[in-house]
C-alpha cells in the first residue's frame, strides 16, 4: 500500500522547503504552503528560475513567526498570523497569468531580501481576506477549490520510485544522483512503482490515521488532476543556489530522453498535482498509508 514517505512545505514561494514529520492540511494545500513570495517593488514575482540564489533563502517556523536566514545575513523574522499585518500595503499580483492578493510585510523585509538578491526586492504575505482560484478546467471533481502563492495547485504528489528511477538513469550516464527537492513535492510515497503516480486519480486515507484523531472531516481525500510540466528548475542544485557545473542540464536532459509528454506541448512531466476533496483539517504523518485510485483515461 502507497505509503507518506516525506512532507514539505516551501513557505516562501521558490526558497527553501522544510521537511516536517506532520504537516496539517488545508483546503488551499499544506499549511504555510507558498503563504509567502518576494517580488519586485511593483509585485511582480521572483523565483528560482531567473534567480536561483534564492534556493539559499531558508526558513523554519517559529512560534509567532517565520524565520528566514541565509548565508552572511542577519536572521529576519516575519509574522505568522496575516492579522498582524492588518495595516499592511495592499498588493495586487500575478502568478504567471493569474490574479494573486499580497500583503506588504514591511521595510525591513525588503531590505533584507533587497541586499541578499543584490536588487530591489519586497516580501508578500498572502491577503487572507482574498482568495486565488485553481483553474476551473481542473476542479470539476471538487466544485472549485483555492490555493497561495503556489505556481496553480494547492499540492504536488511525487513518487519515490520515480526518482530512484531518474537517478538510475543519471547514473548511468556518469551523471550524480539529485535529491527529491529539486522538484520541491508537498507529498512523497512510496509503495508505487515508478511513475504510477502519473495514474493515481485519488489519494484517501483516515483523518487520524497514526495518531490521535484530527478536527475536520473524518476521510482526507486528494484528486490528482493535472501532471507536473518542468521548467528548467530541477537543473538548480538546491544545496549551491547553482546548477551543478559540471552537469548544468541534468535532469532536464534526461527526462527529454523519455518524460516529454505530446498531451502538454512536449513538455518534460514529473509528480501530479492535486486538490484537496475532503479532510481540510486533518494531519498528514510521515508513515501514514494512502488508499490509491489508479485510472488510465480512456
Do not use: H
Not at 143 to 162: H, I, K, N, R, Y
Amino acid at each position: 500500500m502507497p505509503t507518506i514517505s516525506e512532507l514539505f512545505v516551501y513557505p516562501i514561494k521558490s526558497c527553501a522547503g522544510i521537511a516536517l514529520r506532520e504537516a496539517r492540511l488545508l483546503a488551499t494545500g499544506l499549511e504555510y504552503d507558498r503563504n509567502w513570495m518576494i517580488t519586485d517593488p511593483q509585485g511582480a514575482m521572483f523565483t528560482q528560475r531567473a534567480y536561483p540564489r534564492m534556493a539559499l533563502i531558508r526558513v523554519e517556523i517559529g512560534e509567532q513567526d517565520l524565520i528566514v536566514r541565509a548565508p552572511g545575513m542577519r536572521e529576519l523574522r516575519t509574522p505568522l498570523d496575516a492579522a498582524r499585518l492588518a495595516a499592511a500595503r495592499k498588493v495586487d499580483t500575478i502568478v504567471w497569468r493569474d490574479a494573486a492578493y499580497g500583503l506588504d510585510t514591511g521595510d525591513e523585509a525588503a531590505a533584507w531580501c533587497t541586499e541578499f538578491l543584490g536588487l530591489p526586492a519586497r516580501l508578500l504575505r498572502f491577503d487572507p481576506e482574498r482568495e486565488r482560484t485553481v483553474d476551473p478546467g481542473y476542479t470539476a471533481s471538487t466544485g472549485g477549490a483555492t490555493t497561495f502563492f503556489a505556481d496553480g495547485f494547492p499540492l504536488l504528489v511525487v513518487g519515490q520510485a520515480s526518482l530512484d528511477d531518474l537517478n538510475a538513469r543519471l547514473n548511468g550516464k556518469g551523471a550524480p544522483s539529485i535529491r527529491i527537492d529539486r522538484f520541491r513535492p508537498n507529498i512523497v510515497l512510496t509503495g508505487l512503482d515508478a511513475y504510477e503516480e502519473d495514474y493515481v486519480e485519488t489519494l484517501s486515507a483516515d483523518a487520524g490515521a497514526n495518531g490521535d484523531a484530527a478536527q475536520g472531516d473524518a476521510r482526507v481525500e486528494l484528486r490528482l488532476v493535472k501532471l507536473c510540466a518542468r521548467c528548467p528548475m530541477p537543473t538548480i542544485d538546491q544545496a549551491r543556489g547553482a546548477p551543478d557545473p559540471e552537469w548544468p542540464n541534468e535532469p532536464t536532459d534526461t527526462m527529454l530522453g523519455y518524460r516529454v509528454n505530446a498531451r502538454f506541448g512536449g513538455a518534460v512531466t514529473f509528480g501530479n498535482n492535486a486538490l484537496v476533496a475532503s479532510g481540510a483539517g486533518a494531519w498528514l504523518r510521515i508513515g501514514q498509508e494512502v488508499d490509491a485510485e489508479l485510472g488510465f483515461g480512456d
